[in-house]
């Protein structure tokens, strides 16, 4: 390998070259102008980077890796002027000047080079000063021509690449941050800072950006999508096991106001024959907003309530919130000892929200997630009123970016340090607080349902949903994009309100319509459940509830086709829990881009509207209103079949097959032990066009 024509250049003519250390354990440290620049293997084909201005790397700042990667052969020198340190399939060269650039071991090629801002001054890692030991720091490295970028978590731009794309790093409601990288280059980069700020994805140049924060730190691997995938979830750690029950169907809406309602939805889906898994206990079921218990005015008896439903297959979800009011039995022992999150200016008030027994919104405070002892109090109070009275083990762990009012995150002090440093890991830690207190409990199975999350929360057994969406078709197009980029950002538990959130008449033909294609994708995500608060809406406040949103509420020529998924989704639940169990082994994701499968196929790094569901089922998702046939990819490689006709198609270009309103168009791959009669067998007692054998018509369905 030879050093790049700019690296060599600088070392020989610039006078503030800095010098090399060699600490061992695989480890290469440069330091010059004040600035310290660390290297470490990190696990296979990995190396991790920490910069810092004014002192040595610090250990201990919250960040997402594991402070045991797994263990790695890796060679370190210093040859010609620069330092080398090669692990595996990964290379980094660092010059005299401090700049680092990645390699492939085996061929020298570049897989990404830090860029200087400017010829002269700052660098590739800008460090402005924000007061007492803080910058806001900048990392820049240089773009390619063709780069394709994916990850980034959960975003609502619509966007499959998002090469061209400039990011907040922050959480928000249908915003997650999860700051890991995938490049079509082969290489995969993790920000791994929790602090709020940026990545930039410029034809110029991609750059980091934390606004406030005390050092960089990055880790980087070389490998394919799959390959990426597995080096990250084991330096990040993997899901658990999916529990059984979970990969079935989840009914929900918003909301269910009484024990007795709840109860009656889960009566009629047993009397119609219609699968379900679990059923969710909405917001405002509690006393007070923070006092994480039942109301008995609406929930007069939770254990016959939990046992009926056991003894139905069902199980409950209770929702969670992480805000305490000023009217909860906790609001005053919390704040006095300290478990809510700080603030520089101003009360310990963070958001204002409706609560029983007063006309106006009061002022509420969050927990501090990253305080340990919070983390205990709030876990004490759910085994206390939840787990251990009822055998609730199931949690909705709702608005836990956390949903500020005003977002400010200079603002806030956490146990883990400043807002605009630590900011983003907050849904992490509140996730922790579930699987940490469940694991302790004896619960061997651990499943939260997520409006946000960090890197690494799927070590947490955090299911992420995308948040409170709208309900039109071009709201599901960006759902297709948004799933794929959870994927590649290590979290395998992902789903959407089936149906969107905002608003959708179930009287109207149009929303139908859209219904029916949702629920198919649905049926075919990694978790499936149906939720939104329906027309007609009410205020928001304890009172409130949405229009109904049962498979029945969609009119009877819609129901037996939704009652079909239903039904397919129960045959496809040992293969849903085959691919839960490689997630959790090996970090493969169920929902997959083509190009995870096949990187070789270089049309399939332009498919954001259609996935594979584990490795044998290819599922294009119709995504117009009034579509009634598909186009779709093939990936190059094996023969496909049609799952609903038998018809067979070589991989590697595009195919367009019908698509009524009945059917999704789905794909099984060469080979596959799932079959087309496990996929889409005859329904029995089911009335359905086309490939189910019935007589719905695929204009009547919605209509």
């Keep these: ?72 052969a890796a060679s370190v020198r210093t ?114 800072s929790p602090a ?91 006393t007070h907003l923070g006092d994480w218990k039942f109301d008995p005015a609406e929930w007069p008896d939770p254990a016959a309530m939990v046992r009926e439903l056991r003894e139905l297959g069902i199980e409950l979800v209770v929702s969670v919130w992480p805000s305490v009011s000023p009217l909860s039995e906790n609001h005053r022992r919390m704040e006095q000892r300290g478990l809510f999150i700080g603030t520089e200016y101003g009360p310990m008030a963070h958001a204002d929200w409706p609560d029983k027994e007063v006309a106006v919104p009061v002022q509420v405070a969050f927990y501090d997630a990253t305080n340990p002892e919070a983390r205990r109090y709030v876990w004490d109070r759910i ?20 949903e500020l009012k005003p977002g400010f995150a200079a603002n806030l002090r956490y146990h883990a340090g400043p807002g605009p440093e630590v900011g983003n890991v907050y849904p992490r830690e509140n996730a922790r607080a579930f699987h940490e207190g469940l694991r ?46 959870v994927a590649l950002s290590g979290i395998p538990w992902w789903n959407t309100d089936i149906g969107g959130f905002h608003g959708g008449d179930p009287d109207d033909p149009a929303y139908r319509e859209l219904l029916i294609r949702w629920f198919q994708f649905g049926a075919l995500s990694p978790l499936m459940r149906l939720h939104g608060f329906r027309d007609p809406g009410m205020p928001l406040g304890p009172d409130m509830t949405g229009g109904p949103n049962e498979v029945w509420s969609y009119g009877a020529a819609a129901e037996p086709v939704l009652g079909a998924y239903l039904l397919l989704r ?29 990187p070789a196929d270089e049309a399939a790094w332009g498919v954001g509207d259609a996935f594979l569901l584990g490795p044998d089922l290819l599922v294009a998702p119709v995504l117009e209103a009034g579509a009634r046939e598909r186009t779709v990819h093939l990936p190059a490689g094996p023969r496909w079949t049609d799952a609903w006709t038998g018809d067979t198609y070589a991989g590697g270009a595009p195919v367009t097959v019908s698509a009524p309103l009945e059917r999704i168009p789905l794909f099984l791959r060469e080979g596959a032990a799932l079959t087309r009669t496990t996929v889409t067998g005859a329904v029995g007692g089911t009335a359905l066009g086309g490939a189910f054998g019935g007589a719905a018509s695929q204009d009547t369905a919605a209509g």
Aim: with cysteine; net charge negative.
């Design 196 to 286: 709020i700020g940026r990545v930039e994805l410029a034809a110029t140049g991609t750059r980091w950006v934390a606004d406030s924060a005390r050092q960089i730190d990055y880790w980087i691997t070389a490998a394919d999508p799959a390959g990426a995938q597995r080096r990250y979830t084991a330096v990040t750690g993997r899901t658990p096991m999916l529990p059984a029950w979970a990969a079935g169907f989840w009914q929900c809406k918003l909301r269910y106001r009484s024990q007795e309602e709840l109860l009656s939805v889960a009566r009629e889906y047993h009397r119609r024959g219609l699968p379900v898994s679990a059923i969710v206990c909405d917001f405002f079921h509690w």
């Design 440 to 485: 302790a409990a004896g619960e061997q199975e651990v499943v939260t349902l997520n409006r946000s999350a960090w890197a690494g929360s799927q070590r947490y057994g955090a299911a992420l949903w995308s948040g409170d969406i709208g309900t039109d078709f071009a709201t599901l197009r960006r759902q297709l994009a948004a799933g794929l980029n």
């Design 383 to 402: 085994r206390e009123n939840y787990l251990e009275p009822y055998g609730i083990r199931a949690f909705w762990l709702d608005a836990c970016e956390p």
């Design 1 to 72: 390998m030879n050093p790049s024509p700019q690296s060599a250049s600088l070392a020989q003519s610039s006078p503030t070259a800095g010098t090399f250390r060699e600490p061992g354990g695989g480890v290469l440290e440069w330091s010059g102008r004040q600035e310290t620049v660390r290297l470490e293997a990190w696990g296979p084909d990995a190396i991790r980077v920490r910069v810092r201005l004014g002192g040595p790397v610090l250990d201990g700042l919250p960040g997402a890796l594991l402070d045991d990667p797994p263990p790695s």
């Design 570 to 598: 129960e045959r496809l639940r040992p293969y849903v829990l085959e691919q839960m169990r490689t997630a959790h082994e090996e970090g493969l994701p169920p929902m997959r881009p083509l190009f995870l499968e096949f």
């Design 79 to 192: 040859e010609d002027g620069r330092g080398l340190l090669v692990n595996g399939a990964l290379t980094a060269e660092v010059s005299t000047e401090g700049l680092v650039r990645f390699l492939r071991t085996g061929t020298g090629e570049e897989l990404l080079a830090e860029e200087r801002a400017h010829f002269w001054w700052p660098g590739s890692r800008p460090h402005t000063a924000t007061g007492n030991g803080y910058h806001r720091l900048e990392q820049h490295f240089r773009a390619y021509e063709g780069e394709r970028l994916y990850g980034l978590g959960q975003h609502q731009h619509g966007l499959f690449d998002q090469k061209g794309a400039v990011i907040d790093l922050v959480q928000r409601n249908a915003e997650v941050t999860i700051p890991l990288l995938t490049s079509s280059r082969g290489y995969t980069l993790l920000w791994n």
